[in-house]
C-alpha cells in the first residue's frame, strides 16, 4: 500500500509545482470549508485538515490568509460539492471532486473531458465502492518500529504503518487524521511529508502504450479543469 501512495503522490506533486493552480483549488477549498463552519481551524476540524494539507503542497501564506479574510468578511460566493465518478480506457476507474459555483458548467466539462479521452462516466457509487477513504499521515526522521510505538502510547490502532523511501507512512482511518497527528506533534514532529484525507483504491490496474497515454491525458485534463479539487484512480503508473 505504501509503495503505492509514494507513487501516486510524487506523479501528483510532479505535475502541481509546475502550476500555481494547485493554489487557487487550496484557496477555493479553504474558503468554502472556513463559511461552513467557524474560520478558526482551533474550532474546525475540517479546515485544520484542509490547513495541514496545504502545508504539504508549500501553499503560501498568503493565498491562506486570502480565502480565511474572504470567508470572515461574509462573501456571499457560493459553492456546490460535487462527486463525479467515472472510467477510463481499459476499464481503469477515477473519481473527481468539486467545488462548482455552476452546476451545469462543471458537469459539461468533466463529461466532456472523460468522452474525448477514452472514457465515460457511471452512476453514483459505480466506482467509489472500490475505494477507500483513507488518512494518511507521513513523517520522516522514524523508523516504523518508533512510530508503532507512539501511536500504541497514545492508545491508537491504525490500518498500516509502511517505510516508504526515507519516510514513514501511517494509514488510519479518517476520524483518526487528528488523532494521529496529535501523537506525532507530542512526540516532536512538527513537519508532514503527507497529510491528506484521500480516496485510496482497494486495487490498482496497470496500462501500457496507448492506454497509459491516453489515461494520463484524462487524468492532467481534469486536474486542470478550474472547477476540479481532487481526483483520484486506481492506475499504477511505473517508478
Avoid at 13 to 41: C, L, M, N
Avoid at 92 to 109: F, G, H, K, P, W
Amino acid at each position: 500500500m505504501g509503495r503505492k501512495w509514494n507513487n501516486i503522490k510524487e506523479k501528483k506533486a510532479s505535475k502541481d509545482a509546475s502550476t500555481s493552480r494547485v493554489y487557487a483549488k487550496f484557496g477555493r477549498e479553504i474558503y468554502v470549508v472556513a463559511r461552513q463552519g467557524e474560520p478558526d481551524p482551533e474550532s474546525n476540524r475540517a479546515l485544520k485538515v484542509v490547513l495541514e494539507r496545504a502545508k504539504t503542497y508549500n501553499v503560501p501564506k498568503a493565498i491562506i490568509d486570502r480565502a480565511l479574510e474572504k470567508a470572515k468578511g461574509g462573501s456571499e460566493e457560493n459553492f456546490d460539492e460535487l462527486r463525479y465518478e467515472g472510467f477510463g480506457p481499459n476499464g481503469s476507474m477515477v473519481i473527481v471532486d468539486a467545488l462548482t459555483n455552476n452546476v451545469n458548467r462543471t458537469a459539461s466539462e468533466v463529461r466532456s473531458t472523460f468522452t474525448k479521452n477514452g472514457g465515460n462516466l457511471g452512476v453514483s457509487g459505480s466506482v467509489s465502492y472500490m475505494f477507500d477513504s483513507t488518512a494518511v499521515i507521513g513523517v520522516e526522521g522514524k523508523s516504523a518500529d518508533e512510530v508503532l510505538e507512539l501511536l500504541m502510547e497514545a492508545d491508537l490502532d491504525v490500518r498500516d504503518i509502511v517505510e516508504e523511501d526515507e519516510a514513514v507512512i501511517v494509514y488510519a482511518e479518517p476520524d483518526q487524521f487528528h488523532a494521529v497527528q496529535d501523537a506525532f506533534k507530542n512526540a516532536g514532529v512538527t513537519e508532514f511529508t503527507v497529510a491528506e484525507l484521500t480516496m485510496l483504491p482497494q486495487t490498482f490496474v496497470t496500462l501500457e502504450g496507448d492506454a497509459l497515454a491516453q489515461f494520463e491525458k484524462l487524468i492532467d485534463v481534469l486536474e486542470d479543469l478550474e472547477d476540479v479539487q481532487q481526483v483520484y484512480h486506481n492506475v499504477e503508473f511505473e517508478e
